[in-house]
Every structure is written in structure tokens, then in C-alpha cells.
Antibody, heavy 127, light 108 residues
């Protein structure tokens, strides 16, 4: 059973860099896409970006200039780097596994959802 | 950019009742890329429905999804006490994921 665990500092100063790591249970990181999601206090979910096991990435346009997501398959980890943080970046940060299925009959891909989530880690931006 | 609008924002119901939650897209979207999640306080979201109508592993059959084009629905046939929480729809298009703002399902 695959499990995800976020780790990183719980407090980051304004203008500094937020760095989080998601550790994936051994043997489960290849052939999937992996996302970071965040949730500000009392608010809804915001997708930050994803990385594939081959290293391709895509980011939310609203955060693209400040975000980098990296993957290290040897360590079964992927990471989030968010630069120049402000109080608006205070949130619970989740990592997820994204399931994609190739449909041979239509020769296309179907999205089967974010089926595994980490427990979330709270990051506060404050001086 | 496609916007997902969920309605209502809050719904107050009692156990045993039937629940219908709406997710409307600002333009037509592929049902293969529409998912629903449930989130309880202090917990991570849980995948309920993918492909607009397929239940995820372990999800009770009282949960069902339907819809196409711009209008999608999550139905709970008979509300159980453990079903209260916030429900989000999500879509994927043009390499971007988008969430609706959520519907809070609370106990009356």
C-alpha cells in the first residue's frame, strides 16, 4: 500500500524559500505523476504543480514564476520549492499521487484522480 | 481558464436524506477528467469519483457521479453520519488541474 509523507520546516520567513519533500513508499514512485496541493486556512484546495516520474513538470500559472518541483526516483522522493514567500503562502501543503490510465480503444489517456494523499504539513509564513 | 463552480456553498441535511451536489464548468469539459473528493475536518481529501461516474476503490455505492459537458453531479443516495464534510470537484484540461470552491455538507 503506497503511502506519502510530507516533511519540511513549519515556519518560513517572508521573502525566503519554502522547501518541502514528499517521501513515497519504496518501489512506488515510477510510472506515476505526483502533485503538490495546498489549502490556506479555512479555504479550498489549490493545485500547485506536478512532476512525472521522468521529470517533466507543469505548474499552476498563478504560481509558475516562483515554483519548482523536482523528483529523485532513487530516493523515492519529490520536492516543492516556492520562492519569495509571503503570508498568502501560509497553508497546509499536501502531496498526492495522480493516476493516469491509457485507454487502448480510444488511444488516449483518462485521468483517474489523485488517489493517494499525504497527511499534509502546515507551513506558516511569518517573521 | 476553466472555472468550476459548485453549488450550493453549504447544505444542511439529516442522516438518511438524499444529497445532490452540483459542479458547473465555465465551458464544456471532458467527463474523463472530472473527479470528486471528500474532505473531513483535519484530514486530507479522499478520492470518491473519477471519470465523472466511476467510484474509487473502497467508496460505498451510495456515492454516485453523473454528468457531461458543463454540468456534473455527485449524489449520495442515503446520507450517513460519516458523510458530513466538504466536497470538491476537480478537472484536468490543458495540463492544468482546477478545483471547485467546495460544498460544505453539514448536519441539520
Amino acid at each position: 500500500q503506497v503511502q506519502l509523507q510530507e516533511s519540511g520546516p513549519g515556519l518560513v520567513k517572508p521573502s525566503e524559500t519554502l522547501s518541502l519533500t514528499c517521501t513515497v513508499s519504496a518501489g512506488y514512485i515510477n510510472n506515476y505523476y505526483w502533485s503538490w496541493i495546498r489549502q490556506p486556512p479555512g479555504q479550498g484546495l489549490e493545485w500547485i504543480g506536478y512532476v512525472s516520474s521522468s521529470g517533466s513538470t507543469n505548474y499552476n500559472p498563478s504560481l509558475k514564476s516562483r515554483v519548482t518541483i523536482l523528483i529523485d526516483t532513487a530516493k523515492n522522493q519529490f520536492s516543492l520549492i516556492l520562492n519569495s514567500v509571503t503570508a498568502a503562502d501560509t497553508a497546509v501543503y499536501y502531496c498526492t499521487r495522480d493516476i493516469w490510465e491509457y485507454i487502448r480503444s480510444s488511444r488516449g489517456w483518462a485521468y483517474n484522480g489523485m488517489d493517494v494523499w499525504g497527511q499534509g504539513t502546515t507551513v506558516t509564513v511569518s517573521s | 481558464e476553466i472555472v468550476l463552480t459548485q453549488s450550493p456553498d453549504t447544505l444542511s441535511l439529516s442522516p438518511g436524506e438524499r444529497v445532490t451536489l452540483s459542479c458547473r464548468a465555465s465551458q464544456s469539459v471532458g467527463s474523463s477528467f472530472l473527479t470528486w473528493y471528500q474532505q473531513k475536518p483535519g484530514q486530507a481529501p479522499r478520492l470518491l469519483i473519477y471519470g465523472a461516474s466511476s467510484r474509487a476503490t473502497g467508496i460505498p455505492d451510495r456515492f454516485s457521479g453523473s454528468g457531461s459537458g458543463t454540468d456534473f453531479t455527485l449524489t449520495i443516495s442515503r446520507l450517513e453520519p460519516e458523510d458530513f464534510g466538504v466536497y470538491y470537484c476537480q478537472h484536468y484540461v490543458n495540463s492544468l488541474y482546477t478545483f471547485g470552491q467546495g460544498t460544505k455538507l453539514e448536519s441539520k
